[in-house]
């Protein structure tokens, strides 16, 4: 069972333009949702979060949108330039008691990013 | 010091070795985690250590046996591998108190011949 869903593999932007990238999930019990951007031979950068009560959290050129009744959250990069090009990940964290607690992530499958100059 | 650094960063083994993946931060994070990532697949949670305890362990197989000698590092033994466990093995910490935000490192890209 996917809980995290990105179903666009891919994305192509022309730079200065704006870059949405979605992602569904299953899960209501997500505490907060948080977008990661990978580039190749690295790992996963934190880029932003929002706690699951909130519905917009604004950070530089990056937004994201939580809409709680879809199931649904997006990223808006505004504008984007070709340094944005690389895969992102939506994440779910859930809070698991399991010793001195730890917030699991589940992933999304992820989206590739092209920025076109 | 504001990162996650791993060793090696490639790996190939063979399917009677025994090797170890090192994983060490000093950002004073009490929560560390090794995930599996596979092509084209999203990270999978393997194992997480809380206060140098394993508090959570995803039903991997023994062949995997994680390690936490101290706050700053974690290591991922390995032996008996399959050529199905060749992967992207990333290790990821966390500041204390319930902070959800991972920070990851580079990862050792694996591969079982």
């Given at each position: 069972d996917q809980q995290v869903k990105q179903n666009s593999p891919s994305l192509s932007v022309q730079e200065g333009r704006i870059s949405?990238?979605?992602c569904d999930y299953t899960n209501s019990m997500f505490d907060y949702f948080l977008w990661y951007k990978k580039y190749p031979a690295e790992g996963p950068t934190f880029l932003i979060s929002i706690s699951?009560?909130?519905?917009?959290?604004?950070d530089g050129r990056f937004t994201v949108f939580l809409n709680k009744s879809a199931k649904h959250l997006s990223l808006h990069i505004v504008p984007s330039q070709p340094g944005d090009s690389a895969v992102y990940f939506c994440a779910g964290a859930l809070w698991r008691r399991s010793g001195a607690?730890?917030?699991q992530l589940t992933f999304g499958k992820g989206t590739k990013l092209s920025v076109i100059p | 010091d504001t990162e996650v650094t791993q060793t090696p960063k490639h790996l190939v083994?063979?399917?009677?070795?025994?090797?170890?993946?090192?994983?060490?931060?000093?950002?004073g994070h009490r929560a560390m985690y090794w995930y599996k990532q596979k092509a084209k697949k999203p990270p999978e949670?393997?194992?997480v250590y809380s206060?140098?305890?394993?508090?959570?362990?995803?039903?991997?197989?023994?062949?995997?046996?994680?390690?936490?000698p101290n706050s700053s590092l974690l290591n991922l033994h390995l032996h008996a591998l399959?050529?199905?466990?060749s992967a992207l093995y990333l290790c990821a910490s966390s500041p204390p108190q319930g902070t959800y935000e991972q920070y990851f490192g580079p990862g050792t890209r694996l591969t079982v011949t």
């Open positions: 949405i990238l979605n699951s009560i909130k519905d917009k959290n604004e607690g730890s917030y | 083994m063979g399917m009677t070795n025994k090797k170890s993946l090192k994983c060490e931060q000093h950002m949670l393997m194992f206060y140098e305890k394993l508090s959570i362990n995803e039903s991997v197989p023994s062949r995997f046996s994680p390690e936490c399959q050529p199905e466990d």
